[in-house]
């Protein structure tokens, strides 16, 4: 394919294995001799374990063992920690429970692990599963955020009265109520951020393998940071030494956030293998990971907005309940709190801001980070209140927005962060042209002809992402660094091998880290290969979230070769003969200034390792750097998206008519992998506000634990995608990159309900919009519309 | 158990098995031809499509003990001789694909939507025609693109073909 170029929509390298069948994921890794294992999970969503007999499964056939939470506490394995400390009010520390990974004498969610089956065959681990007499205390179970920490309801944690584990605040509480007591209008509204199960289509899955001899354990799993898992695993939970334990994650079909946590099946796979000396194999059926998969979202919100008469917003407040289930997962703390409420001055320059956030346990599956985690809660508040405040006052909410947008960079919110670079109104600009905004009306007329009711809705959305600078996170509670490293290693004949602890599940890395060396290094991409994934491989990295691994992986990569060029300059300098200044690097070739003497990239190699033009001593031999960059700030993508969409009041079904988006993600390296992301993003959004819901009952029970019941976008649920961007380089890296994964979920639920609700004429419908809410509402607006 | 064979990509294939077992996992496991993946235990995601006899069947909802005889294609049969199916190469062109877990189902699906409804799809006969296979990636845009392309190629081919 030749030297490619940064902003080429470069195809992808990785998708021959993938179009072929031959991609590696963890479910297609057999090892010889292995086990497979069957998690036993409670019935139960809140229950003591009295009593477990495994006599009968234990002679089952083809069973090798049966462990419960006794037997992992008797050999001392730690439970699964949260790595986000985040303080209340009062200054305590937050209420973590403790979180073994086989239940200790309580079950507190359907699902929970009770007992793990180890058998020759799956089908042998399940019959055997069957025969265990698990005799359990049912016990009253709380499901409900907005009355979790209420007085009365069952208890989860003995360390968490009133299942708080948090009252957290940020901003300054004075000032915004003195500037809602003097404002000209306020604009209240409660609303739900629904719960949602990430349901990446591969099903979590785990390989646990030890090798007596060398005393080396390996575990195959579906992470989305192999590194991260080891650090967990081998420093808090105890089951083996980091430099005797290999971590791989191979393909991973998609993560989400998803697959960032640590959870209780890897960890008893990995354990489980060294203690029978057999590898143990699991994998999910889809089912559990509904129910044990980290769920996201799940806010109760109340916010007010103050606006002056002139429409500029002076404050805003809210008060969040948000549910973070049954136990604490890897970085729960972090979500409704740092991930959340610093973005809630929006796009706009709001003068004062007070955010609370309450923190509960309920008898759910944990709740943790899900694409845009944090951020998406943050828009959709913000967005929402914004429309409905323009609605109020009479003013277009395209002009509202406009208005109050942040017109000069850098900009300091009152809530931490400092959006650094940014356009935000020639964004607002090409969207509204895009979207055909002012032809908006004469199609409302041609769909009300029909019957059908048509609306149109913004959301002008900015995040923080490239997560992140590590004083600032330690600083925050967070107890790693999210620094990220890269090793360059050129080969004696020019090739290059990039080993990155960023992970690729589905971003292109492989070939957007190699279109980067192409282009730098003047090499074709055929050249480079892509390395991440395995712990053997790559010495340490933070993995792949929070849109990080171009701002922040990218980065790192942009340092090592930086390194690079300057030793293959020392190199040149002594094979051209001419002193290392006078060395020009360009288009692969080494060209001594103002001469035609050159020699071209593999020849440097070359030299490089056979160190005959120069003294080794001197100049070390070899051509290998690595680099660990530590980001200087978030990255801050923002855009506007327009959605309009066309309700059949007869049946409340939705067509999603046109979508546009305009986003600013800084420079694009491959704009082809850009845009698929944002679309990928917009459909995961679009689930969110019009279909997905994972929905428990009063006893606790999940009542969407199936494709049958939890709704998720298909082919013809959705429109194709008008996508397009703008340009503010990111002043924080030395690409400008800001990151683009999370935009468009963060961007949809917004631009989806207020262009739902200007159709209605206002009706508030809360998400899921699902055909039989929207029925309902346009049920009420149409009989508003009569009197 | 019990004795299924078929021919798998033109190889006869033969074992003994748990009369339990899915075409599925005969095929994971058995002949570990690991390209085509479970993603869901309802039938809904298509993760699973293969082509038996010809036709698009969810490979988790078939025993394997009912395939006896049958001609199954999986996505390992379909390059031949080392060239790419229109419609795989299609996929690549149009980045229709992230992380690559539905893609094989979704690839055999396209086929037979193909092979059904004729090579000039629009994109309505498309995004319904695919409702039965989820990708949680790439919110469908490019695969409705490459759908599209792999759709004209195979029609283009079989002009080729048939002019010959």
Partial sequence: MGVTAIGASVKRTEDIRFITGKGHYVDDVNRPGQAYAYFLRSPHAHATIDRIDASAALKSPGVVAIFTGDDIAAEKVGGLICGWMIHSKDGSPMKAGAHPALAQGKVRYVGDHVAVVIADTLAQARDAAEKIEVHYTELPAVVDTAKAASSGQPQLHDVAPNNTIFNWHIGDKAATDAAFASAAHVTKLDLLNNRLIPNAMEPRAAVGEYDSGADGLTLYTTSQNPHVARLVLSAFVGIAPENKFRVIAPDVGGGFGSKIFIYAEETVCAWAAKKIDRPVKWTAERTESFLSDAHGRDHVTHAELALDSGGKITALRSHTIANLGAY????????????????????????????????????????????????????????????????????????????????????????????????????????????????????????????????????????????????????????????????????????????????????GNETTYAQFVSSRLGIPIENVSVIHGDTDKVQFGMGTYGSRSGAVGM?????????????????????????????????????????????????????????????????????????????TNFTFPAGVHICELEIDPQTGVVELERWTAVDDFGKLINPMIVEGQVHGGIAQGVGQALMECAHYNAEGQLLTASYMDYCMPRADNLPSFKVDTIETPCPSNPLGLKGCGEAGAIAAPPAVINALTDALGHEDVPMPATPQAVWRAAQKAVKRAAE | ????????????????????????????????????????????????????????????????????????????????????????????????????????????????????????????????????N???????????????????????????KAAE
């Fill in chain 2, 1 to 132: 158990m019990v004795h299924v064979s078929m021919a798998v990509n033109g190889r006869a294939q033969s074992a003994d098995v748990d009369s339990r077992t899915l075409l599925v996992q005969f095929l994971r496991e058995n002949l570990r031809l690991t390209g085509t993946h479970v993603g869901c235990d309802t039938s809904q995601c298509g993760a699973c499509v293969v082509h038996v006899d010809g036709r698009a069947v969810k490979s988790c909802t078939l025993l394997a003990a009912s395939c006896e005889g049958a001609q199954v294609t999986t996505i390992e049969g379909l390059a031949q001789g080392g060239k790419l199916h229109p419609m795989q190469q299609a996929f690549q062109d149009n980045h229709g694909l992230q992380c690559g877990f539905c893609t094989p189902g979704m690839i055999m699906a396209s086929i037979d939507l193909v092979n059904r409804e004729g090579p000039n799809l629009d994109e309505a006969t498309i995004r319904h025609g695919l409702e039965g």
């Fill in chain 1, 328 to 507: 604490m997962s890897t970085f729960a703390s972090f979500v409704p709190t740092y991930a959340y409420a610093p973005l809630l001055s929006g796009q706009y320059g709001i003068p004062n801001i007070y955010a609370e956030v309450d923190a509960v346990y309920t008898n759910t599956a944990p709740v943790d980070a899900y694409r845009g985690a944090g951020r998406p809660e943050a828009a959709f508040l913000v967005e929402r209140i914004v429309e409905i405040a323009a609605r109020e006052t009479g003013r277009d909410p395209a002009e509202l927005r406009r208005i109050n947008f942040v017109k000069t960079f850098p900009h300091q919110t009152p809530v931490l962060m400092a959006y650094d670079a940014g356009d935000f109104a020639a964004a607002l600009d090409k969207a509204l042209v895009l979207a055909d905004y002012k032809g908006v009306g004469q199609r409302k007329a041609a769909s009300a002809a029909k019957g059908k009711l048509r609306g149109i809705g913004i959301s002008a959305y900015i995040e923080a992402c490239g997560v992140a600078p590590s004083q600032a996170v330690g600083a925050l509670g967070g107890g790693v660094g999210l620094w990220e490293s890269a090793e360059v290693r050129v080969n004696p004949i020019g090739t290059v091998e990039v080993l990155t602890g960023c992970h690729s599940h589905g971003q």
């Fill in chain 2, 134 to 160: 989820i990708c949680r990636c790439t919110g469908y845009h490019n695969i409705v693109k490459a759908v599209a392309q792999g759709a004209r190629e195979m029609g283009a081919g079989a002009t080729t």
């Fill in chain 1, 555 to 631: 980065a790192a990569l942009a340092k090592a070769l930086d390194k690079i060029e300057a030793k293959a300059k020392k190199v040149a300098g002594h094979v051209l003969e001419a002193s290392e200044g006078d060395i020009e690097f360009k288009d692969g070739k080494f060209t001594v200034k103002g001469t035609d003497k050159s020699i071209d990239f593999g020849s440097v190699a070359l030299n490089a390792y056979t160190a005959h033009k120069f003294n080794g001593q001197e100049l070390e031999p070899g051509l290998k750097e690595g680099a660990f960059w530590d980001p």
